[in-house]
């Protein structure tokens, strides 16, 4: 069976390089294509949601799919590399096209992956609305320790306030109030613009 991954390695090359922050597209410019994220994560946003972070995609993924299958003229959401930098693949439109008429299982693994993005994004839009600031803070830093890895005990977190309030969808001033609240429990404290999580305290 031929991987997803391997077919857009076999047929495009060329990486494109995004900075922390840039955009790779933003939402209402026109779809030109897809990308294929090869490193990094990605921070999608939406402008009626009052850019707060709705997903994120990470290597091997690719963004811009719900854009294309709502065949819009232009894209639904923003997306802007997080955390770092991002190397992604283009992948023109009727390029796209072609690989989905191509590769049969490359479009049913397409479409089922675009069906759990659907579900990951209602949930999280749910449970934003139902939880607590302090809940959805919580949730932010769990969040982020997946993605960073690392052992057990202690994990250190290199992201801003301005990205801690995109997750939470709160005010950076509350996110401030509550990482002070967090030190004071020794929950966490920050270490060379790092926030370095005690893990053991949290259970």
């Known amino acids: 069976m031929v991987s997803i991954e391997k077919i857009i390695l076999n047929n495009y090359k060329t990486k494109n390089h995004f900075s922390v922050n840039e955009p790779l597209f933003k939402e209402g410019e026109m779809i030109n294509g897809v990308y294929f994220i090869k490193k990094g994560n990605v921070?999608?946003?939406?402008?009626?949601?009052?850019?707060?972070?709705?997903?994120?995609?990470?290597?091997?993924?690719?963004?811009?799919?719900?854009?294309?299958?709502?065949?819009?003229?232009?894209?639904?959401?923003?997306?802007?590399?997080?955390?770092?930098?991002?190397?992604?693949?283009?992948?023109?439109?009727?390029?796209?096209?072609?690989?989905?008429?191509?590769?049969?299982?490359?479009?049913?693994?397409?479409?089922?992956?675009?069906?759990?993005?659907?579900?990951?994004t209602i949930d999280r839009v749910n449970n934003m609305k139902s939880q607590n600031i302090k809940t959805r803070f919580l949730n932010a830093i769990l969040l982020l320790i997946d993605k960073e890895g690392g052992d057990k005990t202690k994990v250190k977190i290199n992201y801003s306030i301005n990205e801690l309030s995109e997750l939470t969808g709160t005010s950076k001033q509350?996110?401030?109030?509550?990482?002070?609240?967090?030190?004071?429990?020794?929950?966490?404290?920050?270490?060379?613009?790092r926030l370095i999580l005690n893990l053991n305290e949290f259970k």
């Not at 923003?78 to 049969?104: H, M, R, T």
């Not at 509350?174 to 613009?193: A, D, G, H, V």
């Open 174 to 193: 509350y996110i401030k109030k509550l990482i002070t609240e967090f030190e004071s429990k020794n929950l966490l404290e920050i270490k060379e613009n």
């Open 43 to 120: 921070k999608i946003t939406r402008n009626a949601k009052n850019n707060m972070a709705m997903w994120f995609a990470n290597p091997h993924e690719f963004v811009g799919l719900s854009s294309y299958f709502s065949e819009s003229e232009n894209y639904t959401f923003s997306s802007f590399a997080f955390g770092g930098s991002v190397d992604a693949i283009f992948i023109p439109l009727n390029d796209f096209k072609k690989l989905l008429e191509d590769y049969p299982i490359f479009k049913n693994n397409i479409i089922q992956i675009l069906c759990d993005r659907i579900n990951y």
